[in-house]
């Protein structure tokens, strides 16, 4: 099977990822790639990195080009994505990284994005309970907010096992710049974000808020309470998410942590490292892999669970990728690596 698949949003960071990972997937060629401001520009001098493609222009996003194509992924602004989408064809498999269709609660979009809502569309997030079977055959695919990828791998097992209290859960992460995209903006001029970190989106605020709330309450089988702080770390890449929420009493340290054993035990990219590891950003750049490790502090009676994963790849542009793969009843790691780079 050869797959014809166009990429919007390219010129962007979230649409290069898409790009480099399908350079290598078997089953694809590349159609129309397309930009907004950077339309008719190559390529090649706005992705440099994506050498095989650099002679390849840039064509403007709008329907017309995007339809014909058996996948179309949209990586685009938020709000961007729902009109284009409703042209597009029911038998186009359609790939969302923004937001638009990630929610159910209307209400929730409502107060977070202040637009209106576009609907709702299965979440490509294949490791949390229930979702890979609502993304085989799908024809549209929402991505997942880069935060609730590592926030709800690392504490859905505790709560799909009934480990975990879900009246008290905190999370804080750190991000690198390009969770931001690419799109000029002051807070992140390296005379502002390097050698420093600081919180974002602080008390409740961050639009993830929601999402993250939304996926561990399908996990919980009711509703949870969340505190959810982000914070900008000075790295280009990379987020480390410590999430921690209280045990039920009477549970062992072997208990608990078997949850997440048993969760990921089949998942070729959800990896619990052995005792005494601990995740670390660098491990997972350019990998589909979430990495983590979960500690149990008997002293606060929390579990504490401490992820890492590279935003662009797993947490975007692979999720997406393997998102399309099982709806397309392809095996789910064609065209993705497990393996990071280093140094
Ligand atoms: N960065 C990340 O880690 C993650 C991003 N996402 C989501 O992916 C999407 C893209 O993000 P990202 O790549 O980071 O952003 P970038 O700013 O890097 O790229 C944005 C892309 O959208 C295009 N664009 C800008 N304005 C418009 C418009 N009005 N209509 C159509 N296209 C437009 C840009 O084109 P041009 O350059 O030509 O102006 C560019 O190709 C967003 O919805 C984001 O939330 C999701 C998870 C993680
Ligand atoms: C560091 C940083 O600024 N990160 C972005 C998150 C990007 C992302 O994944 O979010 P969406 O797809 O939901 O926009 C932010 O906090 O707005």
């Known amino acids: 099977m050869t797959l014809r698949v166009a990429v919007s949003g390219a010129s962007g960071y979230a649409g290069g990822e898409v790009l480099r990972l399908l350079t290598s997937h078997p089953e694809v060629e590349i159609g129309s790639i397309t930009a907004h401001s950077n339309a008719g520009q190559t390529l090649g001098s706005l992705q440099p990195h994506l050498h095989t493609l650099a002679d390849r222009v840039l064509e403007p996003t709008d329907v017309e080009v995007l339809r014909g194509h058996d996948v179309v992924f949209l990586a685009l602004p938020h709000g961007a ?5 409703a042209e597009l064809s029911d ?36 490791e949390l309970p229930g979702r890979r079977e609502e993304l085989v055959g799908a024809k549209r695919i929402a991505v997942p907010g880069c935060y609730p990828t590592g926030s709800l791998l690392g504490l859905a097992p505790g709560f799909t096992d009934g480990v975990l209290e879900a009246d008290d859960i905190v999370i804080v992460a750190a991000s690198g710049t390009s969770g931001a995209g690419k799109a000029l903006k002051p807070h992140l001029l390296g005379s502002e974000a390097m050698g420093s970190m600081s919180p974002y989106g602080v008390g409740g605020t961050h639009r993830h ?15 949870v309470s969340l505190s959810f702080t982000p914070t900008l770390a000075p790295m280009p890449r990379g987020i480390l998410t ?16 078997a949850a997440w054993e048993n ?45 890492a994963v590279d935003n662009l790849t797993k947490g975007t542009a692979g999720g997406a ?16 690596t497990g393996q990071g780079v280093a140094p």
Request: net charge negative.
């Open 81 to 85: 994505s729902a009109e284009i989408a």
């Open 91 to 126: 038998d186009t498999l359609v790939i969302d990284a923004g937001a638009d269709h990630r929610l159910e609660s209307t209400p929730m979009w409502e107060k977070f994005y202040d637009s209106p809502h576009a609907g709702t569309w299965p979440y490509g997030l294949p």
């Open 209 to 223: 808020t929601p999402e993250i709330v939304q996926g561990l309450s399908w996990a919980a089988g009711r509703d």
């Open 242 to 257: 410590t999430a921690t929420a209280k045990f039920k009493p009477g549970l062992s340290v072997a208990n608990i942590r």
């Open 263 to 307: 969760a990921y035990a089949q998942e070729q990219f959800v990896h619990l490292l052995p005792e005494g590891q601990w995740p670390s950003t660098k491990s997972v750049l350019g990998s589909n892999h979430v990495v983590m490790q979960v500690a149990v502090d008997e002293t606060a009676g929390r579990v504490v669970v401490v992820a």
């Open 321 to 336: 990728v393997q998102s399309m793969n099982i709806a397309l009843g392809l095996a789910e790691e064609t065209g993705l």
